[in-house]
């Protein structure tokens, strides 16, 4: 446990970039690194996470750390993720000072961006050599990624998955006419938790009036169930529902400011609860990070047994291919865009990544020494 938590201590002070660029870092530490799970484990969690509503990268994260030391595992990868922005968003909530237009924080986030790109590029290669490896799976991820690009939305990003789902599963009656109905195994998700999660849901805008605290998490609770897509998406959803509590200024301030730390986006909720209850600012930033992410956490342990057997029906064989070839195709779109766009502004730029990728994929080179050699490169530029 405290192996996970020092782990995902260490990249929630250094990851920058949203949640495709985290899935890289993930990639690269748990993955190729560590190994504490393979490639087709990290794709088919990857799939998952992108299914379920919540943030993507933290409940990805909350998986490594369950496969490696259970739920007190995804509990440690928790906190050790997401503690850096937590205090850092707390901190800037209750000193209200904004340090964007320093000279040196900008250097950072330009650094923290072409360190994205490296690293979210070489995880993206990595996939595409494992999972494109059919003219079928190849189609998938391109039509995938035009979707993205093309589309806005709810379900912007599980359409793909289920159609491609679909398709696999129709497929494999062709490739596979007879199956042993003996490896079927039973589809069962988490009833408890799952009973936790809707009741949660249905209970709290019940009782919100009668505290503060509550109305408060409640609040946060409702976003974190009904969001997909990351931090850039709950900001819309929570602005009406915190009416009253939380001025557009200060929206405006959380939303720029969860950009300038690591960590996860969604804890741009710490900076607003904190704001929301001001004479008790750490507790009302305590209530909002947790509320946010709790419905995403309770979804994914809720749909983590059915997954698992979905994964290992010989029947879906097919599908699992193409659902792999899917999240190549999510990663990529988002490589593009925001990854590359937001990042990448000049020649001197596209030289800094290129160097870049070259000391991590062929030199092995630790991911905070190229950070510090980007700043250096930064700096001199």
């Not at 710490?270 to 009302?284: D, F, V």
């Not at 000391?359 to 092995?364: E, F, G, Q």
Request: hydrophobic residues 55%; glycine residues 8%; proline residues 6%.
């Amino acid at each position: 446990m405290l192996t996970v938590f020092w782990q995902f201590l260490v990249l929630g002070l250094c990851s920058f970039g949203g949640p495709a660029a985290h899935i890289g870092y993930f990639q690269q530490a748990f993955v190729v690194k560590n190994k504490w799970l393979n490639d087709e484990d990290f794709t088919q969690a990857i799939a998952l996470c992108q299914f379920l509503p919540g943030p993507a990268s933290s409940q990805l994260g909350m998986y490594i750390g369950y496969k490696k030391a259970g739920y007190q595992g995804s509990i440690a990868a928790f906190i050790g993720f997401t503690l850096p922005s937590f205090m850092l968003l707390t901190f800037l909530a209750v000193a209200n000072n904004q340090f964007s237009d320093s000279i040196v924080v900008e250097h950072i986030i330009t650094a923290a961006k072409l360190l994205a790109v490296v690293v979210v590029a070489d995880a993206l290669l990595g996939m595409i050599k494992k999972n494109l490896i059919s003219i079928p799976t190849i189609t998938t991820a391109l039509l995938t990624m035009i979707w993205l690009m093309m589309s806005h939305g709810l379900l912007s990003q599980i359409l793909p998955i289920i159609i491609a789902s679909i398709a696999g599963f129709l497929w494999s009656f062709k490739t596979q006419p007879t199956i042993d109905q003996s490896l079927i195994k039973p589809i069962r998700p988490h009833i408890g938790l799952l009973a936790v999660f809707f009741g949660l849901l249905l209970v709290l805008p019940l009782i919100a009036a009668t505290n503060d605290s509550i109305k408060l998490f409640g609040i946060f609770y409702q976003a974190g169930s009904f969001v997909f897509g990351g931090g850039h998406v709950v900001l819309p959803l929570l602005q009406p529902m915190l009416d009253g509590m939380v001025s557009d200024n200060t929206f405006l301030s959380a939303y720029a400011s969860a950009q300038l730390v690591p960590g996860p986006m969604f804890t741009m909720a710490s900076y607003l609860g904190a704001s929301a209850i001001p004479q008790m600012p750490i507790i009302g930033s305590l209530i909002a990070t947790i509320a946010v992410f709790l419905p995403g956490s309770l979804l994914l342990f809720s749909f983590l047994p059915a997954w698992k057997a979905l994964f290992s029906h010989p029947r879906l064989t097919q599908a699992i291919i193409l659902i792999n070839a899917c999240v190549v195709g999510l990663l990529g779109s988002a490589f593009i865009d925001p990854v590359i766009t937001s990042s990448i502004s000049s020649i001197f730029d596209i030289i800094a990544v290129a160097f870049g990728y070259i000391l991590i994929k062929y030199y092995r080179c630790p991911v905070w020494l190229l950070a510090i050699l980007l700043f250096i490169f930064v700096l001199v530029i």
